[in-house]
């Protein structure tokens, strides 16, 4: 079967869902799916794990920033809260008003469930609880930086020097972070001319055995390795430019790779 998509991926990891049959053995043998799962679940449970944390409303400095940084204009430009001059946007006509109800379960008290992943087409409750969240961040000067930069907690395991390969004119470095669970990540900078589609490859060199962890976006970015994953054997990182086809496999024109040492 083809890879999960991604909001059976985020229904799994809030709890909200399980996987068939059918669905567990493709992630026992998918590695770029199992980590999709294992990013996901941290995620969630950040997000659960904030729930006792009692949430100071932010100043309308915050609040001018966002909206700065979105590019919004004056007419929405109304701080959450408080009461202004500047007239909301009236909705559209054609889109009826949507009524946001938060989400209850019988047996405990209402709780947000937050799963910031990328391209999932969220309800309009999930997306609230995510801009929650957010807010949250903002305030706390966690934003971004909080999840994709390294932490006090993290360790150093391993790192690399990413060689171009002949045709390119690159050069890229990686290194394996460990925080205090035991979660693993690679932590991949390139610099490249280009802009096509980047992925990230862990490699066996013994064995040539490939396993993607993920797509680049940009001139860095963090992949989560997936539990079941020996970096004694898969100890080469590799990023390759793939074709838009939809084809999962290596397309065989790696920009840079290099083998990852013992820090």
């Not at 999960?4 to 809030?14: I, T």
């Not at 809260?81 to 019988?106: F, I, Q």
């Not at 971004?144 to 390119?168: H, I, K, M, Y």
Request: with cysteine; hydrophobic share 40%.
């Amino acid at each position: 079967m083809t890879h999960l998509d991604d909001e059976s991926m985020a229904l799994f990891a809030m709890g909200e869902a399980v996987p068939d049959e059918e669905q567990r053995q493709h992630m026992e043998h998918c590695a770029r799916c199992d980590a999709e799962l294992s990013s996901l679940s941290r995620l969630v449970g950040v997000g659960r794990a904030s729930r006792d944390v009692e949430v100071l409303p932010p100043p309308a400095s915050v609040w001018n920033r966002i909206h700065a940084e979105l590019g919004l204009s004056d007419a929405v430009a109304e701080v959450p809260g408080e009461e202004t001059s500047v007239a909301r946007v009236p909705a559209a006509p054609e889109k009826p008003a949507l009524t946001v109800a938060p989400v209850v379960d019988s047996a405990e008290e209402p709780r947000a469930t937050v799963t910031p992943i990328r391209r999932i087409r969220m309800t309009v409750t999930r997306w609230s609880m995510v801009a929650a969240a957010l807010v949250v961040g903002v305030v706390a000067g966690a934003v971004g930086s909080s999840l994709l930069a390294p932490s006090s907690t993290q360790t150093v395991l391993a790192a690399a020097v990413l060689e171009p390969f002949p045709n390119w004119s690159a050069s890229g470095s990686a290194r394996v972070e460990e925080d205090a669970s035991g979660a693993r990540d690679v932590v991949v900078e390139l610099s490249a001319p280009g802009g096509g589609l980047r992925e990230v490859w862990l490699i066996d060199p013994e064995t040539s055995g490939l396993v993607s962890i993920g797509l680049l976006s940009g001139a860095s970015g963090t992949f989560s390795i997936p539990s079941n994953i020996d970096l004694s054997r898969y100890s080469v990182v590799d990023v390759s430019e793939e074709p838009d086809d939809g084809n999962p496999a290596h397309s065989g024109d790696s920009i840079v790779r290099g083998q990852l040492s013992a820090v």
